[in-house]
């Protein structure tokens, strides 16, 4: 079945990029409603913006929905991942600003939310996305491919000069609580070269070590070091869930990403969408559903984090 989250959860803190305060409450939804963002601080015409593939206004940094009268949230990437990771298919996401809060740069603190207030069924059944033929798109050395499979499984590789991140390469099913598991607590990360080139570019404003993972050569330098080993590229994973979200149902395929970003996963759906024959619907039976994401989560399963 469909569900939505028991009751509201909010969390407040900064724009990554933006650097401004931001309140956001995720709210309940119907059966059927899909994810929305409402900005609360527009307060005339259209305030509401679909969290969907063909709203993006593709960016470098980070992922941005915007509606048709130019109303826009960006950064959403992290509480999508949230809501896919936890099964949450229906929600009304207020937010008082045009970004969402980065809070420690990863989706723990929304998993926190979620599940904290619950999870609810709905009386109508999930209707997946089945992948039947591969699905591919490059930008230079970089590509992102879906491909036949009954569930959802994301594998990943990244390729960085700095020895603090080098080439890391992970495969994950997402069935089962992975997710919540083992990528929620993965943060956004940053070479120390490039934080003064997206500042003079009115990016990273928000940006401190306490809520990106910063990294100079062989040295980490946000204080604690990393949660993960591989923890940039489970945050690359992390990241992928959520701009497959934007898919507007559970995919039942797999994703493959090499040194591929918010973009080029945009790239991808864009281009399932235009290949009939790469999909189809399917309404979703019990065995089927179990291999969804988010099925049988609980709180316990967060990890622990500083």
């Known amino acids: ?43 005339l015409g259209d305030a509401l913006v679909p969290a969907r593939w063909d709203a993006v206004h593709q960016t470098p940094l980070c992922t941005k929905v915007e509606n048709s009268r130019g109303v826009s949230v960006s950064t959403i990437e992290h509480v999508m991942a949230a809501l896919a990771g936890c099964g949450v298919h229906n929600a009304l996401i207020e937010i008082d600003g045009p970004e969402v809060p980065i809070l420690d740069g990863s989706a723990a603190a929304f998993v926190r939310g979620i599940l904290a207030r619950g999870v609810l069924r709905l009386v109508a059944p999930v209707r997946a996305i089945e992948i039947l033929q591969p699905v591919e798109v490059r930008r230079g050395d970089a590509w992102a491919r879906l491909d036949a499979s009954d569930r959802l499984s994301i594998d990943f590789s990244i390729e960085f000069a700095d020895a603090a991140i080098g080439t890391q390469q992970k495969r994950l099913d997402m069935s089962n609580g992975s997710f919540v598991r083992e990528l929620s607590d993965s943060r956004t990360f940053c070479r120390r070269a490039d934080v003064d080139d997206m500042r003079a570019n ?28 591989d923890e940039a ?8 869930l959520g701009d497959l979200a934007l898919a507007g149902a559970p995919i039942l395929g797999g994703y493959t990403g090499h040194r591929a970003g918010h973009a080029l996963t945009n790239d991808l759906l864009r281009k399932l969408f235009v290949t009939p024959a790469a999909f189809r619907m399917v309404v979703c039976d019990a065995v089927t559903t179990a291999r969804l994401p988010g099925v049988g989560v609980h709180a316990g399963e967060i990890p622990a984090v500083a």
């Open 233 to 240: 590229v489970r945050h690359k994973m992390l990241d992928a």
């Open 202 to 229: 009115g990016l990273a404003q928000g940006g401190t070590l306490e809520n990106a993972v910063v990294v100079e050569g062989d040295r980490v330098l946000s204080p604690g070091g990393l949660r993960h080993a």
């Open 1 to 43: 079945m469909q569900t939505t989250i028991k009751s509201p959860a909010a969390f407040e803190g900064i724009g990554l990029h933006s650097g401004k305060p931001a309140r956001m409450v995720i709210h309940p939804a119907s059966a059927e409603h899909g994810i929305w963002f409402k900005r609360t601080d527009i307060r």
